[in-house]
């Protein structure tokens, strides 16, 4: 069965330093990957998604990812994080039949000064 | 361009009411898909429709629930009798077609009194 795990429930950082969120996907064929982005009240916005060629992606807001598949990973990094980062982020992978989205239970990103 | 348009954004309902939440899928989708999202969660996968037809329902409760999408006008999500574990953010996105970005709307957050 397809699943997404999100190791990390909260994470803070300090404004400036660089960020890395880990998703680790569970799927039994190349897999369809998003990050999305919630603001608090908001809904969901994307960030970035793969879908098949070079594994590392460039996303809006200096979001990158790189796709590992030997780990089943899909770690979202930013060099560099702006308090305005501060939010909720998920991983998802699209299920084989490609009807519904996999989310993960999300990271909450705090930034601090 | 318009994006996934939700409403109402919020709407508190007494137990054994109905509620009805509406989306209107971004010009020119014809997929949409609900989710639900509970407090501390990620979303999880309610029912995915097209134009007229639902294709996939498999994360709906088995009763009180329905969705539809006409041929005309938004999709809509009904619940039946609400009860206080109804209560969550129920978050409605559309794409162009299968296998594609999800969009989503800003959401309806459900209080069941």
């Known amino acids: 069965a397809q699943s997404v795990t999100q190791p990390d429930i909260h994470i803070t950082v300090s404004e400036g330093a660089s960020l890395e969120l880990r998703c680790n996907y569970s799927?039994?064929?190349?897999?369809?990957l998003f990050w999305y982005v919630q603001s608090p009240g908001q809904g969901l916005q994307l960030l970035l998604k793969?879908?098949?060629?070079?594994?590392l992606v460039q996303g809006i807001k200096g979001f990158e990812a790189e796709f590992k598949r030997s780990q089943s990973s899909f770690n979202l990094r930013k060099p560099s994080v702006h308090w305005s980062d501060a939010a909720e982020y998920f991983c998802?992978?699209?299920?084989?039949?490609?009807?519904?989205?996999?989310f993960g239970t999300g990271t909450s990103l705090t930034v601090i000064p | 361009n318009a994006g996934v348009m939700q409403n109402p954004r919020h709407l508190v309902r007494r137990r054994g009411q109905e509620a009805r939440l509406r989306c209107s899928p971004m010009k020119g989708h014809s997929h949409v898909y609900w989710y639900r999202q509970l407090p501390e969660e990620g979303l999880k996968f309610m029912v995915y429709?097209?134009?007229?037809?639902?294709?996939?329902e498999s994360g709906m409760p088995k009763e009180r629930f329905s969705a539809e999408f006409p041929k005309e006008g938004p999709s809509i999500l009904r619940i039946q009798q609400v009860v206080r574990g109804d209560s969550a953010a129920y978050f409605c996105?559309?794409?162009?077609?299968?296998?594609?970005?999800?969009?989503f709307g800003a959401g309806t957050r459900l209080s069941v009194l």
């Open positions: 429709l097209q134009k007229e037809n639902i294709i996939d």
């Open positions: 998802a992978v699209v299920s084989m039949t490609g009807n519904q989205f996999y």
């Open positions: 799927y039994g064929a190349t897999p369809y």
């Open positions: 793969y879908f098949s060629g070079d594994t």
């Open positions: 996105a559309s794409s162009l077609q299968g296998i594609d970005i999800q969009y």
